[in-house]
């Protein structure tokens, strides 16, 4: 949290941010808190338009073991989350 510039004047990345509820290797609070303070101190600016997002998925942890269904979802929010920062189209 040190490092989230709290006197940027340009725009921060599009973020996303992914964490499991039940991971027993990395404490999910430590992306809910870094979501939380990139929007409270980034987000807030009049400058900053793209997304700062933070996907917490229920009922799993570091991936090991994760359905196929889960799996899906999450790349498909992956591959939504990174064609709608970049401005991709699909015609």
């Known amino acids: 949290l040190q490092n989230i510039p709290t006197d940027l004047d340009k725009e921060y990345p ?7 509820d039940h991971d027993d290797r990395v404490s999910p ?8 303070t990139l929007q409270e101190f980034v987000g807030k600016k009049a400058t900053q338009t793209k997304p700062l997002f933070a996907r917490i ?10 359905p196929t269904t889960k799996i899906i979802e999450e790349h498909a929010d992956i591959y939504s989350f990174a064609a709608q920062s970049s401005g991709a189209s699909f015609n």
């Open 14 to 20: 599009a973020t996303l941010i992914l964490t499991g």
């Open 29 to 36: 609070w430590h992306s809910l808190k870094f979501v939380a």
């Open 57 to 66: 998925d229920c009922k799993s942890g570091h991936g090991a073991g994760k």
